[in-house]
């Protein structure tokens, strides 16, 4: 069988999914949740709640009021202590929710059975509606808000549904055992997403790395017409969206545009499950498959963790930081973020906590650029980062823009290649935030 992928671009780092067969853990209920109030892409949700108030778990702590926000919820029962600022998993001062835990008392309304609930009887409008409602957002890592994904903009229709189920970031294996475990929810999830978006086809891309979830979601596909797997060779970043896109069906995304200009819309097979749950089971996002995991960490494992979680707590409960830990990072180590304190909280974009020994997290030495130009051939985007380097050095944004800085993905891929180790997606993230605000205050104005 010949396997897809996409053409431009890529790179093959070291996969070391220690964690792959390790069936997802229930994480236990911490003594304190710190909830973060925002937690998408997007404007930070505004509490309902204050100080002192009782909560339950799945109540609504947080609206999001804003287009682009999402609603929070709470992922215990118990009391409000207060209203503050926490240093989040970036080390900036956001506002959260902080509740002392007592007992685990659910809203009634939902559903915690655990048999299949495949019809779902909502109109799109309706569909849409709930997953707002439940806080759904994107659980690739983006947390894009998944409603404002599905609201077709006028002018544009939808073709295809595609369920990311690659996860090429090394290490990661969340997604991985959410589909050998919840396959049938995934596939429903599915179902109700195509019903939302209008469209009759969908197909999941899984890379051949995880051989058992593309024969299991295979083998449950007879109940599900329309719905197809699509085995994908193994290339980093295929997860990401216009490279999935580029794989599954041989479109390709404009520069600057989003995936409903070919007719695509993307979501995390993540995602499609907390869909399921959301609109067949009234469960709002509170809890997500974290991937706890490291060469020298003693279990690598998967565990289902409530929101606001500290994630020193999950560490202690999965086998506690080794002596030899130099970093701890949230997400994959090629597009995760080095954690300024393990007191920051589990949140709904937190795929994994990965701990790097101390040799590991040491950068190598930088040297001179020797123009090799690997970066040209691993940027999946078809930037040149090396020049893009010296622009953002330089401060010379206008040129910075006219290469397409806002198009880069902030992947890595340049970055792992470069044989002058030089810090080259650090470049790249400051000179696309510098470009941004200035594109902002150009459009404003």
């Not at 569909?127 to 404002?148: C, D, Q, R, S, Y």
């Not at 706890?292 to 500290?310: C, D, E, H, L």
């Not at 589990?346 to 030495?365: N, P, W, Y």
């Amino acid at each position: 069988m010949m396997l897809k992928t996409f053409l431009k671009g890529g790179v093959h780092p070291e996969e070391n999914k220690l964690s792959a067969g390790s069936p997802v853990q229930m994480a236990p209920v911490p003594a304190e949740v710190l909830i973060p109030l925002s937690q998408s892409l997007g404007a930070p949700a505004k509490a309902t709640v204050a100080k002192g108030d009782l909560v339950k778990t799945g109540q609504l702590i947080a609206r999001g009021e804003a287009f682009i926000s999402a609603n929070v919820h709470s992922s215990v029962s118990g009391k409000v202590v207060k209203i503050d600022d926490i240093d989040d998993q970036s080390g900036y001062r956001r506002p959260a929710v902080i509740i002392a835990v007592e007992g685990d008392e659910w809203i009634p309304s939902i559903n915690r059975s655990t048999e299949l609930k495949r019809d779902c009887h909502l109109s799109p409008a309706e569909i849409i509606e709930k997953i707002h409602e439940m806080g759904i957002v994107g659980l690739g890592g983006a947390t894009f808000p998944t409603k404002v994904k599905m609201m077709v903009p006028q002018g544009k229709k939808a073709e295809i549904l595609i369920l990311n189920g690659v996860e090429c970031e090394p290490y990661l294996t969340s997604d991985h055992r959410l589909m050998l475990e919840k396959g049938e929810e995934i596939l429903v999830g599915a179902t109700i997403l195509m019903k939302a978006l209008g469209v009759k086809r969908a197909a999941i891309g899984i890379e051949n790395n995880k051989p058992d979830a593309i024969a299991h979601i295979s083998g449950l596909l007879k109940s599900y017409p329309g719905i197809e797997v699509v085995a994908l060779k193994v290339k980093y970043p295929q997860g990401a969206e216009k490279q999935l896109i580029k794989a599954v069906t041989g479109r390709e995304v404009p520069s600057m545009k989003l995936p409903i200009e070919v007719g695509c819309v993307v979501n995390n097979v993540g995602t499609a499950f907390a869909v399921y749950e959301a609109v067949q089971k009234d469960k709002p996002l509170f809890e997500r498959v974290v991937t706890v995991t490291g060469k020298n960490f003693s279990k690598p494992a998967n565990f289902m963790v409530r929101i606001g979680t500290p994630i020193n707590e999950l560490i202690d409960y999965a086998g506690g930081v080794p002596d030899s830990t130099g970093k701890v990072v949230s997400g994959g180590p090629m597009m995760g973020k080095a954690l300024n304190s393990l007191k920051a909280p589990v949140m709904k974009g937190t795929s994994g906590i990965l701990l790097f020994d101390e040799t590991e997290a040491r950068r190598t030495e930088v040297h001179n650029c020797i123009r090799c130009a690997r970066c040209v051939t691993a940027c999946p985007m078809g930037l040149e980062p090396y020049l893009l380097e010296k622009q953002v050095n330089n401060q010379v944004w206008d040129d910075a823009e006219t290469n397409r800085i806002m198009d880069c993905m902030e992947c890595g891929s340049c970055h792992f290649i470069c044989p002058s180790s030089r810090p080259l997606l650090d470049y790249l993230r400051l000179g696309k935030n510098k470009v941004g605000q200035i594109i902002r205050t150009r459009v404003n104005n």
